[in-house]
């Protein structure tokens, strides 16, 4: 499928909390860890890859399931969840590139490759793919437009190309954005998805 450049959907505009913070300090003094969210870690040694879900649980909703099916076992994960009853996304949603929590930063320290997983506003199924890493980039978002989806590699609103994007800080300053609208992860195929990126991220050769 072709990457015909679009304009994208926008995420809901609104005025929020979330939109003073400067970094996670800031976000930390306000919002209390255990009650408001929660933050999930697991590092595997043996890898160089970081699947990543800054926006996850109630913020950007499944971001967090993807991400984990992403990673399995194989890889390094991350992800930050919003476990509030309500206003999650307000709250929480510390936008990528001031979102620089401190156990997040120590794991992608260590790897060579970063794939970060996000949520958008939209009704139409699409995935817009951004970020520094070139190959990478265009590998992902060929899977998943062999799945019969709609993706876009530019011409969207989300390009993360800021060196300060948490998917580029990674040890080799680049990395992988992925979001996802509304519309496909709520009705499309997940799973599917997961396996797509995941076999790309499994064909990497070792560093």
Known sequence: MPFEPILSRHRDVMSSPADNYKGFTDLATAQVEGTDYRVHVRANAGSTVAVIAPHGGSIEQYTSDVARDVAGADFNLYIFEGIRHAGNYSALHLTSHRFDEPRCLE?????????????CAGDVQQALVGGLDEPLKAAVAKTIADLGIDTRLRGHQFPATDPKNICNRGRRGVGVQIEMTMALRLHGPREAISAAIRSVLLALPAV
């Open 107 to 119: 794991l992608l320290s260590s790897c060579d490759h970063v794939v970060a997983l996000h949520g």
